[in-house]
């Protein structure tokens, strides 16, 4: 059994602090920085929580590689991940 998990990854130094991803999350998992990135802007960060992966952030992002969604599937299932591991472990012995 699987779990997919998503978070948004936010290039501070391309973000230019517009607020379109905090505005426009519908999760309000998005936050703007206190603090300033090297061209004065202040910054969009995850808040570390809440993401589902619905990707509205990355759609209204106006500037190009400032903010992008990563998924990937965790093994939650305790037996699967255990087979895994011992068939890997198994290949490697030999
Ligand atoms: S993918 Fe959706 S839920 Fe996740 S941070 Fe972006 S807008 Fe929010
Ligand atoms: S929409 Fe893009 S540029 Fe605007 S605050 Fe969010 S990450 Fe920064």
Request: hydrophobic content about 30%.
């Amino acid at each position: 059994m699987t779990e997919e998990i998503s978070y948004p990854v936010i290039n501070k130094e391309l973000c230019k602090g517009c607020m379109r991803c905090i505005v426009g999350c519908p999760q309000n998992a998005i936050l703007l920085s206190d603090d300033m990135n090297d061209a004065g802007y202040q910054f969009a960060y995850y808040s570390g929580n809440g993401c589902t992966g619905c990707k509205d952030c990355y759609f209204t992002c106006p500037e190009p590689l400032a903010l992008e969604v990563h998924q990937y599937k965790k093994i939650v299932n305790d037996s699967v991940a255990k087979m895994i591991k011992a068939k890997a472990a198994g290949k490697g012995g030999k």
